[in-house]
């Protein structure tokens, strides 16, 4: 389990009774339409996977003392649904060979299946959205969905090219920290909880600093679980790059494994990387201040700092 979640395994015990309905339903969404490859996508789907987004769906509710109707719960596993059908398509563009320390589903079944697979998982996650009977919440992710596009053809367009910082943190807005909002932005309409914005300032704070993380976990090989250095091979240049461009004149001289050299031992770059997910993990905390004190808020603030904390 990635030590985002674990916290000693506080986090996942504290909500443990909800997940279980979660991955129940997760289950059973993509089992109500059996066809020869529902095992491969179910393994996929809940082979190592962080489940951050259903996790924070339950703990803000919890920490707001909201119970968990069985639409939030569809809401959850939506998300979660999403969430893995960008990861295959993703890998299908990246022709990755390794998704949570197993080979991809596209090394698996080919990128024909593996785009269809993804497809499928994407109207599954509409259906479940269409059993919350809320037209609302479908405006949301529509917008979530057409902006994650955005960011990812915007990534594509500038592949081998160093973006400025406030670029980088707009595509990780777009890629990553809009599905977070529309989650919770959803769970405020489904429960009409009164502080929507203050949820949607957490949300895309907290995606802005988790897909940081990810960018810097990749440069640095300690993740195991999926290609490390990956980003750069691909030509997408992150933080760590986008800092190391700042201090390089000749940058663009560079092959990859030269810049794979220069990072390796930047201290001064790695510090900038941590203190710029800090930054995004701090608003995050900051916009839950309103929330009174209770264990669910606490594992919030801790998940947040984990993102800058656990290495």
Request: hydrophobic letters at 40%.
């Amino acid at each position: 389990m990635d030590t985002i979640l674990d916290n000693k395994g506080k986090t996942l015990k504290l909500i443990e009774k909800e997940l279980k309905r979660f991955e129940e339903k997760l289950s059973s969404a993509i089992n109500k339409y059996p066809m020869q490859v529902s095992n491969k996508i179910i393994d996929f789907i809940f082979s190592k996977s962080k489940k951050i987004r259903p996790a924070l769906i339950i703990l803000i509710a919890k920490a707001l003392e909201y119970d968990l109707p069985d639409c939030v719960i569809k809401l959850a596993v939506s998300s979660e649904l999403i969430h893995n059908a960008t990861l295959i398509h993703d890998d299908i563009i990246d022709n990755a060979q390794i998704r949570r320390g197993k080979t991809s589903l596209n090394v698996e079944i080919g990128n024909n299946l593996s785009v269809l697979s993804g497809d499928f998982i994407l109207a599954i996650a509409m259906r479940n959205l269409a059993e919350c009977e809320n037209y609302l919440i479908f405006n949301v992710f529509s917008e979530a969905l057409t902006k994650m596009c955005i960011g990812e053809i915007d990534q594509n367009f500038n592949i081998n090219k160093v973006i400025s910082i406030n670029e980088y943190i707009e595509k990780s807005q777009y890629k990553t920290a809009e599905l977070f909002s529309a989650s919770l932005e959803s769970l405020c309409i489904l429960l009409d909880i009164k502080e929507k914005d203050r949820i949607k300032d957490f949300a895309i704070n907290f995606g802005i600093a988790f897909q940081i993380r990810d960018d810097y976990i990749n440069i640095k090989k300690t993740d195991k679980l999926k290609p490390c250095l990956s980003d750069i091979y691909n030509g997408i240049y992150t933080a760590p790059v986008i800092f190391l461009f700042e201090e390089k004149d000749n940058f663009y001289d560079l092959t990859k494994e030269e810049i794979i050299k220069n990072l390796e031992n930047n201290k001064k770059i790695h510090e900038k990387t941590l203190l710029l997910i800090e930054k995004y993990a701090k608003k995050a905390i900051a916009s839950i201040s309103f929330i009174k004190d209770n264990q669910y808020k606490y594992e919030l603030i801790k998940i947040c700092e984990n993102l800058y904390k656990a290495d």
